[in-house]
């Protein structure tokens, strides 16, 4: 596989191209699975994320009576990075770091860039804001790899020769 070719920065020859493609890629995402976060009965956003494939969210995202929104590509979003995969306070989808906002703590520092937000006008008076980020989060300050492991027991003697 070869590498990522990093998205140019503005002013860069290309840069105007390559910030279509990251709009039209948010608009319309190519057949995978995404995250989608859940909100609660009044529509606030609740830190809860369920990870679905194109055409399950398709079936199921629309009827369903609580609002969702796609979480969008290298979104810091706690549990759902990449950089999470890893780490021991992952479960599932979720992050139960202790100092996550959401887990009552006074919040988990993520290192990502801001993200870029753009209003797409899709004409006959619809349109849609879309909040981009260009790379995934560096860094989490709560990421801990090391793993939990299985519950420590005596070392298996061998058996004695007979």
């Known amino acids: 596989m070869g590498a990522v070719e990093r998205p140019k920065d503005v002013g860069e020859p290309g840069w105007g191209e390559e910030t279509v493609r990251l ?8 057949p995978g699975v995404y995250g ?36 969008p ?7 759902v990075m990449e950089l999470c995969v890893a780490c021991r306070f992952r479960d599932g989808v979720r992050c139960t770091h202790p100092d996550l906002k959401a ?32 790379d995934p989060p560096r860094a989490c300050v709560g990421r801990d790899e090391t793993l939990p492991g299985p519950p420590s027991e005596p070392p298996l003697t061998p058996p004695q020769a007979r």
């Open 23 to 30: 709009m039209e890629s948010a608009l319309k995402p190519s």
């Open 36 to 71: 989608w976060q859940e909100h609660d009965g009044r529509d606030q956003s609740e830190h809860i994320a369920v990870m679905l494939c194109t055409r399950c969210s398709a079936r199921l995202i629309d009827p369903h009576p609580r609002l969702y929104n796609r979480i």
């Open 73 to 79: 590509p290298n979104a810091p979003f706690p549990g």
């Open 103 to 134: 887990n009552g703590g006074a919040g988990l520092m993520v290192d990502a860039d801001p993200g870029a937000q753009a209003h797409v006008n899709l004409g006959s008076g619809q349109g849609t804001f879309l909040t981009i980020y260009r």
